[in-house]
């Protein structure tokens, strides 16, 4: 009975815990923005991601795709990856003159942007799902699903058009499933493999209090930081002992310069109810043991500065009084 109690007692919190933090995956995606400013004018820029890291960019201005990770290669070989180069390269060239062939074809109006998203999230058990989004002017516009490419629901009807041309092109369909399929999800294996020590890491964040502009006459804005954490799911929160305070505001979580992130998370409260309120964060790195801080102790300083003001107020004030007075006195002996 004692070892049931025990066993509840340890087990809830690692169930809660583990709850938390869900099972992490690591999509890889490739972006790709090509710009269009007028009939002669285009580039192509494009970027990879494998969850939170960036292994992959690709400029317009260089005919290869910079490795910006010691194992971007995965475990492809030299000739593998040399075939997977030059297919892009294939493809980058072929879609800006596909892209300004139907715009004239279709009298679009320039500028355009276009932005591609494709990729693919290897699942245990060697499944996995891949994806292939097209958007123009930040809108999605086709996608390619199973076997063919299938416009967006609200596409322009001349999309239409061009998916059903595009679907004619068996070759290019064929092509698109091998990538998604089959290179994708074996490239990313490769990936996970030899990227897994750095995919893997636990970096542990800094947290600092400080007050924001004031939300209101008798209101205090109470900002939380939490910064240089790294994976990217945390847990911040404002509390009173063991309540959380309903009234926080979680802000976005923002990637710092050196792949790790922070954010702000601020709560506006009565000024008499600030103290005795803390921010407690929990994330991976920490192991169990949250950082909590204590709105007091930062509030000291505010408090000090305070203090002191008075406090000369007070001083000055007496000073003034005693001068004033010993001129009085000074003046009546006069
Ligand atoms: C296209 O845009 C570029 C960059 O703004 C400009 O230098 C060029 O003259 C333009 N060409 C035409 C044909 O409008
Ligand atoms: C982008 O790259 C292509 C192919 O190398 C080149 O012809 C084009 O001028 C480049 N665009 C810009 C804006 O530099
Ligand atoms: C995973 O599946 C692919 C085909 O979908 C196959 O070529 C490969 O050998 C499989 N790998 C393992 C480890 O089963
Ligand atoms: C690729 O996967 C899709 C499902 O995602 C499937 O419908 C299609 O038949 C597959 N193609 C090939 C060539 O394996």
Known sequence: MRCLLFLLLWGLPQIWRSSEVPQRNFPFRCLQISSFLNRSWARTDGLAWLGELQPFVWSNDSDTIRFLKPWSQGKFSDQQWEILQHLFWVYRSSF?????????????????????????????????????????????????QGTSWVPAPYAPQWVKKISKQLNYDQGTKEAVQLLLNDTCPKFVRGLLETGRSELDKQVKPEAWLSSGPTPGSGHLLLVCHVSGFYPKPVWVMWMRGEQEQPGTQQGDVLPNADETWHLRVTLDVAAEEAAGLTCRVRHSSL???????????????????????????????GLLTFWFKKRCSYQDIL
């Open 96 to 144: 800006t003159r596909d892209i300004q062939e139907f715009v004239k074809m279709l009298q679009i109006a320039y500028p355009l942007e276009i932005q591609v998203s494709a990729g693919c999230e290897v699942h245990p058990g060697n499944t996995s799902e891949s994806f292939f989004h097209i958007a123009l002017q930040g809108r999605d516009i086709l996608s390619f």
């Open 287 to 317: 192991g169990g043991q949250d950082i909590i801080l204590y709105w007091e102790q930062s509030s000291a300083s505010v408090g000090l500065i305070a203090g002191a003001i008075l406090v000369s107020l007070l001083i000055g004030g």
